[in-house]
């Protein structure tokens, strides 16, 4: 059989690349999509059973995983197996990679927490001085917020602030119950804004690429999706210089085969299209690419704290109950004395303290679980990680995955930028839980490793100087006209926002862009 | 489960009279039956059935301080079944004996630790003191959270064993079958998902 040209090939299903199919495929471009993994069978391939019966009783296999520390009993099945996937980081300098290998990708697991980046971070540079700036505004996103939105379902409650612009969303005009009340009191004395989380419902709680994204894609008839189809290079026609489609290994059988494309989308998240590139030694011009890796810096439960009126079994849900979001505040008018940029705050309650905060044991611990049963209060910080040259990924010549394709090296840490920030959060929640009429049980400011908020981004950043910059600000590669990547390595900063809405958004804005020129016959 | 094991049981009776039934109404012989028809057969798994793990990781001592610890970090109260109830130090000597070697260690030198303490400043092995002794023992788990891991090997090892039997307890089937359900899954029911197209 011939080999069948197709107008793009798409690699990566999640929501930059199913966002991409979505976009090209209905507007009647012929796509052919690589995902690396199988697509999973949401009915077949899930059941509910009893922790007990479980091989591990609730404990997650012993030894599998190291980097996951979000694999539990139930989806240690869901992650990619760092053995067939492995990768490697200086030293002791941790890099928590976490990868799914299904069609839908991340886009099938993520928290759903929405919400639009700003020009406090499109020009970040404009207001504090460092890094770059983006090469976009927020105007030039908005549009695409706005049409990204609605098909997510996002809900929220409208606020007008200028960090966190407001959405297309579901109004979320649920009370507050009191607890929530006490702290958003609390926190607006201390110049911290509070509103109600933002967060994609989808359909039934499933807000993915894989059932608001590709079903449409498909039902175009323009879309041919390839489950284990593992992505090993872009190829690129040597008489033009321009990408002519991507080779890839078939899961199963290690076979390679060539798939070709009159245009190249990289969607596979973002490290794994910055590995694509690299290892096909392609779009590099600037040596930019695989620098400025960053993420956001996670804090589980800063505080963990009760609410007293809530305790001894008179925990209700007009008392305690609920959540909420704390969206930046340090660094808009005013300045911290030892860190740029900013944290937000994501607060929930009405559970029961970790025991592991509790300094008893046996009978007497039991009762003051009993007593908290219901009043407990806890906050996570997520803050922004400075884009820095100095945190990068390379290929490592000495790994490679089961496939054969070199593997990923890290070379990345926090800076003191990070470590400030982080100690800052903490000494402010305490202060605002305690007006706010909590008891502290623990506090503390220890971050996870890099990549454990699954939030990294950059290494394949965009900027209008091809000296330093991989892409253009339509997510196109300066090197290679026909070469677009669509995830978050195109971020140029990143802010303390969950980064989803963002990637869609311009993953659709540069969709709109390729349809364009291939209709226009500038590709 | 009873359901279950009731319903195979009548499919099972119901099979040897079905010829007799045919035989009595001379009627032609049906269609030999798909494999689609095939009942599926109820079976269970080693815990439901009550079997017991048999340990073989730790030593007699260790086995024997862990069972100890676990009665007094996780005792039954109210009527919920407690660590031993969920036989979680037998759980645990399987666990930790699958698990990677640092873990091994840090469970191996702490119930030493236990017994060598206790045979320090008591002339006994844990599993034999009193509670007003092993409560001298056990003092730091009275001691202020930090994040970060406590240096004393001890103290290490009683934060850690102090998680795991939780988890094993609250993981246990005895503790789902002891308390009503508050939701709408039954307790400690959850989404699971098998392996999806593993590499062969």
């Not at chain 1, 520390?69 to 941790?94: C, H, I, K």
């Amino acid at each position: 059989m011939a080999e069948t040209k197709y107008d793009v090939v798409i690699v990566g299903s999640g929501a930059s690349g199913g966002m991409a199919a979505y976009v090209l495929a209905r507007k009647g471009i012929k796509c052919l999509m690589l995902d690396a993994g199988p697509a999973p069978d949401l009915t077949r391939d899930r059941t509910l059973k009893a922790v007990y019966d479980l091989p591990y009783r609730g404990f997650r296999k012993p030894g599998i995983l190291p980097h996951v520390l979000q694999a539990n009993a139930f989806n240690s099945n869901v992650w990619a197996d760092e053995t067939q996937n492995p990768y490697t980081y200086d030293g002791d300098d941790q890099f928590n990679w976490v990868r799914v290998r299904l069609v839908g990708g991340k886009s099938l697991f993520w928290a759903r927490m929405s919400f639009r980046l700003s020009d406090y971070e499109f020009k970040a540079r404009d207001h504090d001085g460092y890094g770059e700036n983006w090469p976009i505004s927020y105007s030039d996103l908005a549009p695409y917020y706005d049409k990204v939105e609605p098909i997510f379902r996002v809900a929220g409650r409208k606020e007008g602030w200028k960090q966190l612009p407001d959405g297309v969303f579901l109004e979320d005009n649920s009370p507050d119950s009191v607890c929530v009340q006490q702290f958003k009191t609390a926190a607006n004395q201390a110049g911290i804004p509070v509103t109600k989380m933002r967060r994609a419902t989808g359909q039934g709680m499933l807000a993915s690429s894989f059932n608001l994204l590709l079903p449409d894609a498909l039902a175009s008839g323009n879309l041919t999706l390839v489950s284990n189809a593992v992505a090993r290079e872009v190829t690129v026609d040597k008489n033009t210089g321009l990408a002519n489609g991507v080779n890839f290994i078939d899961r199963h059988s290690r076979r390679e085969i060539h798939a070709s494309g009159r245009a190249v989308v990289l969607g596979a998240s973002c490290l794994e299209s910055t590995r694509l590139l690299l290892n096909s030694g392609l779009a590099n011009s600037s040596g930019a690419l695989g620098h400025y890796l960053f993420d956001q810096f996670y804090i589980t439960r800063t505080v963990d704290a009760i609410m007293p009126a809530a305790c001894g079994g008179k925990a209700n849900r007009h008392l305690i109950g609920g959540g909420g979001y704390c969206p930046r505040f340090r660094n808009l008018d005013t300045k911290a004395k030892n860190f740029i940029r900013g944290y937000a705050l994501d607060f929930g309650s009405g559970g029961t303290p970790d025991p592991a905060v509790i300094p008893e044991y046996g009978a007497a611990l039991e009762s003051k679980l009993d007593y908290y049963r219901g009043a407990g209060f806890s906050v996570t910080t997520m803050g922004e990680v400075l884009p820095r040259f100095e945190n990068f990924v390379t290929i490592d010549r000495n790994t490679s995955d089961a496939w054969g394709i070199p593997a990923l090296h890290f070379s990345a840490r926090y800076s003191d930028n990070e470590f400030n920030m982080a100690a800052d959060a903490v000494s402010t929640l305490n202060e605002v839980c305690h007006n706010a009429g909590f008891e502290v049980l623990a506090k503390h400011d220890k971050m996870f490793p890099p990549g454990y908020s699954i939030h990294e981004l950059g290494t394949c950043r965009m900027g209008d100087d091809p000296k330093t910059s991989v892409l253009n600000k339509w997510n196109q590669s300066h090197d290679v006209k026909n070469l677009f990547v669509v995830d978050g390595s195109s971020f140029v900063t990143g802010g303390s926002q969950n980064p989803t809405m963002t990637i869609l958004s311009l993953s659709m804005r540069a969709s709109e862009y390729l349809a364009e020129s291939l209709r226009k016959g500038d590709l | 489960m009873p359901l279950q094991r009731r319903k195979f049981l009548q499919v099972a009776a119901a099979v040897p009279a079905a010829p007799a039934l045919l035989a009595q109404q001379s009627a032609p012989a049906p269609p030999a039956p798909s494999a689609a028809d095939v009942q599926t057969l109820a079976t269970t798994t080693p815990d439901a059935a009550a079997c017991t793990t048999v340990p073989g990781f730790f030593t007699d001592p260790q086995l024997a301080a862990l069972r100890r610890l676990c009665d007094l970090l996780l005792p039954s109260v109210n009527g919920l079944p407690g660590a031993l109830d969920a036989k979680v130090p037998e759980f645990l000597d399987f666990l930790i004996g699958v698990s990677p070697a640092p873990r091994q260690q840090l469970y191996r030198q702490g119930l030493d630790l236990l017994n060598a303490i206790s045979s320090e400043r008591f002339a006994k092995l844990f599993v034999a003191l009193d509670p007003s002794q092993t409560d001298q023992i056990l003092g730091p788990l009275r001691a202020p959270w930090t994040y970060d891991p406590p240096s004393d090997p001890l103290a290490n090892f009683l934060r850690e064993a102090k998680a795991d039997i939780r988890t094993a307890t609250e993981s246990s089937r005895e503790r789902a079958d002891s308390a009503p359900s508050g939701g709408r899954r039954p307790r400690g029911i959850g989404l699971y998902w098998l392996p999806i197209d593993p590499l062969v």
